[in-house]
């Protein structure tokens, strides 16, 4: 039988060398490989719990997102998060990650940046809950309804309680009055 591409390459050099920060994280939550590109963003976090590079505000929504996927609850997953970088910088990404399996058990997850969004804004100064701060990023970002539920695994209603909520607390009288109000605060 021929030996495949993928078996005659060393993948992880590959990946070392690619220019799109990439990591593996085992199924306990621990950062087992990151490449370069991943260092110049987190700092060398190799050995650390993945929660300890995401925004305090983000850890329990990035740890659902991970046991669904250890679990097997969820196959591909791309969604954004705030990371705390290797100068304590707030940098807001888009992140791809899959399931590692190893035959039909989970053993960890990869993942990728797909992009680095605009610095996100953490409204710590506006009348808004940590949930409500998120809500208006993502609204910030251009996200409907729909895609705020998938992404925060929320109801559409909830979404949309969590909006009403946000455009009470800041005087606003649409979507984009709120954002205009919470870009102005900044």
Known sequence: MPVSILESMQVDDVLEHVNVPSYVIDASGVIR?????????VGDVQGRQFTSVVAPEQTLRARETFARKVVGAANVTD???VLVDSNGER???EISSVPIHDGEHIVGVFGQVTDLVETPH???ELPLTPRQAEVLDLLERGRTTRQIA????LSAD???????HIL???GAHSRLEAVAIARGAN
């Open 122 to 124: 953490p409204h710590t």
């Open 150 to 153: 998938a992404e925060l695994q």
């Open 158 to 164: 909830t979404v949309r309680n969590h909006i009403r």
């Open 91 to 93: 940098v807001s990404v």
């Open 33 to 41: 490989w990151i490449n370069s590109a991943a260092k110049k963003l």
């Open 79 to 81: 969604g954004g998060f």
């Open 168 to 170: 009470r607390g800041l």
